[in-house]
């Protein structure tokens, strides 16, 4: 077996240091009738690494590639190219292989990723901290709502209609039992995001306001309103970015006054990878630290006084406070945050502006070339590199027949708001660096053959 | 060893990626475009490779050497487990692309889970929990929605001394009360304590098996079948299934809910704090309030179960708790590992394991207290407490002295029912070579802490950096790096 | 440019240092006839990591990858599955980004590795000593007729007709300049290598006899008594392993009495990689050493009198005695030779043993199989993972026409030796543990298809 | 910082590989089954990922830091060619596949002629040399069958002093007489005095330019003119073609020959030593003579020319010097790189290898003797000499020095025309910061040898060893492992 060092010669020296006949005597505290004698049935024996491979391969080539045919989904995961460098440096075994950084003295290189990592997200979430990072953006989300809750200490939260249904959901299921309440509605067929609904509708009870940016929809909207309602009443703007590459080329929420910045951190290092693992991003105001989930790292000096970093504040956690914590989460993606620590680096200021002009710029080549298309309609006054197209069908089954036809054109909003038939005519199509002319030429020329 | 942060060494006209220029549009932006610079430092793409590679340097890994954290599980990360969930068909592909196109995908998902199913002896499998902790959450979400279902609405969730500190947390997370049951001497949940506090108002018991001080809790099926009599479900911690797995099924054991650290038994890899995945299975009781999405296996192929697709057999759900499927890319990694075990290796697994722990267990315990020695064998990890050292010497100097001696220290002050706790865990990835230098380390150090040896409170010597000022760090928060002009100003 | 660091105001500091106005002013000593005032013409501007992926990955899709087809083919170049962690670990970047270890206090690694490499080899081929690589196979055999002319100063040396006939052509290149004499002939069709020609012809001009085990035909013979003769005869046998994999299974050269044994280490750890790099292996008796062409790595000590390893005898070598080096070879094949050193520690005795018998026993059931296919005729009547088939027509046309069938059914002796008309009608098969009963079976299906 | 070897802690019971059994089958290994143990010792995977990752850590690459070895051309290895070299298209492809399933890969080969000759301005490429010191070959080689060709037996080869040590070797490999050509005091080929030697037994004059003075050769068109008006031809060691790459084309200045050094000037990475890969371009006059294979591009596609396919108009080709088609992987990844720079780019490279050497040759001119100084601008690498150190101090202890202040030493005593020479070459790849970095560190250890300070004698002192014992090394070479007991045997 490739992975177990032990010989049966060891064993034996083994058993015989520890005074014990058999591996059997080792498992005496397990109670006999739950003792298995043998291995389990009907489960295979262990396979050669070649045997492994095939099968997994196999599986492999039962999925549609994205980069092999015309691609067109985003609706919270996107597709960019990840420098080849970047996968590299996070197989590193020394990054790759450790355990969270419990022993600083030998885990500085996890560490000053952590802090450069988290000034990063700040820097561009245009906050002034940030932590080590979440699970996922859906789950930062609702960690966020959460710090609301005890900061304002109220417990009713507006959720924007362009907020991603996903993200709702997992609010709603979290919701369910810490009580909170949450105020949402589907998203309306508009050109413009909700910002006013949202505006009119907070009150003395709202904990925060939860807005997307760029919306489900691709719509983009000034948060300064916002934000300046929501602090009048006490509240905490709280704003979520799915597409972090957007914030080469708009204004970050944090510039427009809100509190809590969180995000999907994915499309900058991470890939596609079917949902997961992706990135968790949070960023807050100063004031709000000590509030904020999640690990931490922070800047210190060692015995000989030389700048060091540690995770800290960690008082706030679990393992300390048991009960009394800021939340459960004990994990981080501390590796997804390397990746997209070290792709931030590679891009640096003028490489992400660049990649944000690019993909704004085929976006609008597309929505151009999509409007020109019978049966298309553009929703969006406003778009960064993914926007919606109303359709007199079902768009959930033109997304199909397209799949048929080798293009994955877009995320159908009938998937996403599966209850909302009056969105079911929209899709939404994302578009970055990676799609060429030829892709969009295909969409085009499968829609119509789709609408015909 | 000093290595500049990027801040300090980048610039922001570095890139180092080449963008394709971008082609003249009318810009659609809505009159947000951004205005003021980031602050963003780029390096060119040899700057970025070395400063990162600097970077790990200062770092310790499973590959580097031994790291024997308890509870922690690191063994060996197999480099085919990367390969394959590097395959583009894993890779590159959208979590909402049409069902028909991720079929392979799916077959991952559902194979992976009938492994864990079978492996645990339980009903059926959640398999969407981001981390251990998530999974936790999952189990209870899912005991809270069953008692609500029969209209029982209970309030208390009973959690061990022994238990891991992210139990009562969660517990507490889902509006529980949480109330401790006390531990035996011998390092087991009191069984009479436990029975004596069940009743109406106990939604669960929350146990963790073996427990954190590495032993097997006896009198698990006695505690199910009380907890269930009295109407409340089980919550067993898997964070420890390492040490049982292929040997023993916590199904036949009467646990209603249990997750699966995929990046400990299944060694997937830590990758220095996360990504982890903790799928959590279920008895049939609890199965009905499963979260969405799940993948099930139909004549026609695999189906996503999803909002869109749920239908009312599925209505008893609690829900989704995270934006996806779930960790993908981690899922790919188990199944590869799984595969290479199979049933016979995977029985090998929690053998070696547990003959490692023991073999450290009995190879030490003459230079350093172990609390449960007389307990019996230990499982998968061992346990050692700071009694007999000389006075001012702790545990910490034990783990900063075995650092220098080119260890990762193990676990320490964990679990907090022995003083100056040391948990060690090898697991079955170290051969007996690799032990016995550790054994040697260990007991070198020891000797050193029990004979008071000032030098050894001023390690590590040898390491990146000295000991660190944590204190320091709480105090004064430094989260992000400023400008130095800019932190001169603000002191002005 | 993301390779580039330097910036526009980092160069003209650096200008200033320097004393000039402009970079031109650096190039004064060319000529100015000989100056391009700008960029080369007709040759595209610097691309995007995207673009170029894209441009690679295009072109190789235009090949037939061997993993995805049944695949039958060797002679000299074997497929074979290399664990996931050999490749991990050669691109660790202090093992792929250093030099030769000129300064060896900073290059254990890399010169730990060699001295086992070089150990592993000599014991592999049942030599004393291995040098730490050559360039490929077909180098390393000719470096050792080389090597038996100045040992034995004599000149003509007898080529086995089973030799490789690459090998062959690389050693006549060679020798037209060298002036040494090489006897050879293509092979006949028969069941047995020519060790008995070979003996037969062996007088006292003969500096060595150079023959490959298993041969490029895949018969095996024992070396014992062709080993003897050239010994009584004062000429020294040179044995040839073009498929390492074989010695887990057969008698090594060395033990047979073999003087030099070289070979073709790539099927251990490299792959196939159309060709190359590959890695010449190189071994020989301890007496002949200081006569060995290339570098190798030797044990010492240092200041402390810690064990450590340097680069020795160098004295042989052409930086240091220039014209009257023993080759003028200087690069070795370091990084094939540390991934041939990877996979045989993981495999071991133990794990090279087993995947030697799966090999044998995966061709006798692919010669079995064959043998039963109408028009087909088994030529061996003794192999390890390799043998040739013969059939009644031109096996080029026959291989051309499984091709196209997505068979890669082996290699035509018509392709080997297009000048030897009797030997059209071969076609040699390898079998390795990557071969699958389904491919056994296609292989099978396809020739009776095409010899229908 | 101990890493036993695989002798001393594998076994031959232990394997990392997994192998699938065999079937049963009458063996047919014609009676040759081997009898004896090979004595291989084998290591679990976890042990193996452990032992090379020890073990590289005990090397110093280009990801590490700065390299400045003159003439090696340390830049950095982008991941990307690595990335692109691994595509199954091309690391999974067989030699001798027929060619139509082969398109892509001749497609590569051709692209990356086309490119070479483009940038040299030559008339033909050789793909298949192995590398530099074999592309030499390649192109002596060529010469001779030219020669030959016409019936004109030459027997001398002229070698500057300043030319790379492969030369001298390569040309009696050829079996030619090797003359020398002294240089210039300021470091060049000496025109008059190799005018004065030409004559019609002169074969060839084999030119290194930029030479190993790091100096162009200002006078190598007037050398070529002269070498071909009498009779000869001129093979120019292409080592540092870095320096002038996208600047000027070698073809301008009438060379018939030169190889090029895919890993130096277009990064396939060195590997600790190798692999390499050496195409030599040739002028007009040679092509005709070019070894076997090659690629050709027809309206059909890419044609492989080999034995079978070669036909009358390649009969003046002087043969096959490899088994293949030469070193496919390091054209894939050089190809990466050449389309990664472009036009534009790789003429900037050459315009910053150029400055990087210059900014260091100024920089440190007032610590370090700088023997051709005065000679003009350095081209991409900057000379210096043991002139001026204090009595009993070399150039090695400088070079030692240096490893302790975190470099990789420059190349030291090339080339032999200088005493106690050091070599230093930055490329382009490296930063102004890592160069200003690099100044210090060799202006303080100069400073050093220049005061006599002792303690550099004994450098290095931070490094995995000590300075090792090269001499015995070589006076009792240990070139194998063998068992301890069998040397004490031996020993008795």
């Known amino acids: 077996m490739r992975y177990l060092p032990l010989t049966d010669t060891d064993r034996s020296a083994m058993l015989n240091v520890i005074g014990v006949q058999s591996i059997d005597d080792l498992f005496m505290d397990v109670p006999v009738e739950a003792q298995l004698a043998t291995k389990i049935d009907g489960l295979p024996d262990h396979a050669s690494e070649l045997a492994v491979e095939r099968h997994m391969g196999k599986l492999a080539r039962k999925n549609m590639v994205a980069g092999d045919v015309p691609f067109f989904l985003g609706a919270g995961a996107y597709r960019h190219h990840v420098p080849a460098s970047v996968d590299h440096l996070i197989q590193r075994g020394e990054f790759l292989t450790a355990y969270t950084p419990y022993q600083p003295e030998i885990a500085q290189g996890t560490l000053q990723v952590l802090f450069e990592f988290q000034t990063q997200v700040a820097r561009l979430f245009g906050c002034d901290v940030a932590n080590a990072s979440m699970y996922d953006g859906s789950t930062a989300c609702w960690e966020a709502i959460g710090m609301a809750r005890r900061i304002t200490r109220r417990g009713k939260a507006l959720l924007s209609s362009g907020l991603h249904p996903h993200y709702v959901s997992v609010a709603r299921t979290m919701a369910r039992f810490t009580g909170d309440q949450l105020v949402y509605t589907t998203p309306r067929v508009d050109a413009e995001p909700d910002i006013q609904t949202l505006i009119d509708a907070i009150d003395g009870d709202t904990s925060c306001v939860v807005v997307q940016y760029p919306d489900i929809l691709g719509r983009i909207g000034d948060l300064s309103a916002l934000a300046a309602k929501a602090h009048a009443a006490g ?109 931030m680096t590679l891009l640096g200021e003028r490489g992400l502006t660049d990649l944000a002009a690019l993909n704004h710029a085929r976006a609008v080549q597309a929505a151009e070339a999509l409007e020109a298309v019978p049966g298309v309609r553009l929703l969006n006054s406003s778009f960064f590199n993914e926007f919606t197209i109303l359709l007199d069908q079902d768009a959930r089954e033109v997304a199909r027949a397209l799949a048929d036809r080798d293009i994955l054109g877009g995320v159908s909003l009938g998937r996403l708001f599966p209850d909302a038939a009056e969105l079911s005519g929209g899709l939404v199509v994302a578009v970055t660096e990676t799609t060429t002319e030829d892709d969009i030429a295909a969409l085009c020329g499968g829609l119509k053959e789709v609408l015909a | 060893l000093e290595e500049a942060l990027i801040f300090e060494i980048g610039s922001h006209e570095t890139t180092g990626v080449d963008i394709a220029p971008a082609p003249q549009v009318k810009s659609r932006l809505g009159g947000l475009e951004r205005r003021k610079p980031i602050a963003l430092p780029g390096l060119s793409e040899p700057e970025t490779v070395r400063h990162y590679t600097r970077l790990s340097r200062q770092n310790y890994g499973i590959d580097l050497g031994f790291f024997p954290l308890g509870s922690c599980t690191m063994k060996h990360n197999p480099r085919l487990n990367e390969k394959m969930a590097r395959l583009p068909g894993f890779a590159d592909i959208h979590p909402l692309q049409p069902q028909s196109t991720v079929q392979g995908a799916l077959a991952v998902i559902h194979e992976l889970a009938e492994w864990l199913v079978t492996l ?146 299944f060694s997937t890899p830590h990758g220095g704090g996360g990504p982890g995945s903790g799928p959590v299975v279920f008895s049939e009781a609890l199965s009905p309030y499963a979260p969405l999405p799940f993948v099930e296996k139909t004549a026609d192929g695999h189906v996503l179960i999803e909002e869109e697709t749920a239908g009312e057999h599925h209505a008893g759900s609690f829900g989704r708790m995270v934006a996806f499927h779930g960790q993908m890319g981690m899922f790919t990694r188990a199944l590869t590992y799984i595969m290479s075990h199979g049933a016979d290796g995977l029985r090998q697994v929690s053998e070696d394991a547990v003959l490692n722990a023991n073999y450290i267990l009995r190879s030490l315990e003459d230079v350093l207290d172990a609390p449960f020695a007389a307990s019996g064998p230990c499982m998968h990890e061992a346990l050692f407490s700071d009694k007999g050292m000389a006075e001012g010497f702790t545990t910490l100097d034990i783990a900063k002295g075995l650092i220098d001696e080119g260890f990762h220290p193990m676990t320490v002050y964990f679990p907090l029912v022995v003083h100056g706790a040391m948990l060690v865990e090898p697991t079955e990835t170290e051969g007996k070579a690799a032990l016995d230098q550790f054994i040697v380390a260990l007991r070198s150090v020891a000797q050193r802490a029990n004979a008071g040896d000032a030098a050894l409170k001023g390690a590590p010597y040898f390491a990146p950096r000295r000991r660190l000022d944590e204190t320091l760090a709480a105090r004064k928060p430094v989260l992000v790096w400023t400008e130095p002009e800019a932190v001169a100003e603000a002191a002005e």
């Open chain 2, 120 to 265: 645990t002896g339980m009903h059926s499998v959640a398999m969407s929990p981001k981390a251990g902790a998530h999974g936790e959450l999952c189990g209870l979400l899912a005991i809270r929605a069953a008692l609500e279902a029969r209209g029982d609405a209970r309030s208390v969730v009973l959690v061990p001394e022994s238990a891991h500190g992210t139990n009562p947390a969660t517990a507490a997370f889902c509006g529980y009360a949480v109330e401790d049951i006390p531990a035996t001497p011998e390092g087991r949940v009191d069984l009479a304590a436990l029975k004596a506090r069940l009743g109406p108002d106990v939604a669960a018991v929350m146990i963790t098996n073996p427990n954190t001080c590495g032993l097997f809790e006896r009198d698990l099926r006695t505690i199910s079948e009380a907890v269930h009599a009295a109407g409340g479900f089980v919550y067993c911690d898997g964070a420890n299934f390492n040490a049982i797995v292929g040997r023993v099924r916590p199904g036949d054991l009467g646990v209603d809910a249990m997750h699966i650290n995929l990046h400990k038994t």
């Open chain 1, 235 to 343: 509240a905490l703007l709280i704003a979520v970015v799915t597409e972090p590459v957007a914030l080469g080329a708009i204004t970050p929420p944090g510039d427009m006054g809100a509190d809590i910045v969180v995000g999907e951190g994915q499309s900058i290092g991470v890939g596609l990878q079917f949902g997961g693992p992706y990135l968790g991003l949070f960023a807050c105001k100063q004031k709000y630290v000590r509030q904020m989930p999640g690990r931490l790292c922070g800047e210190t000096v060692d015995a000989e006084g030389k700048r060091g970093f540690v995770l800290t504040l960690s008082t706030r956690e679990q393992h300390i406070r048991r009960e009394k914590a800021t939340s459960n989460i004990c994990t981080n993606s501390g590796l997804c945050a390397l990746a997209f620590s070290i792709h």
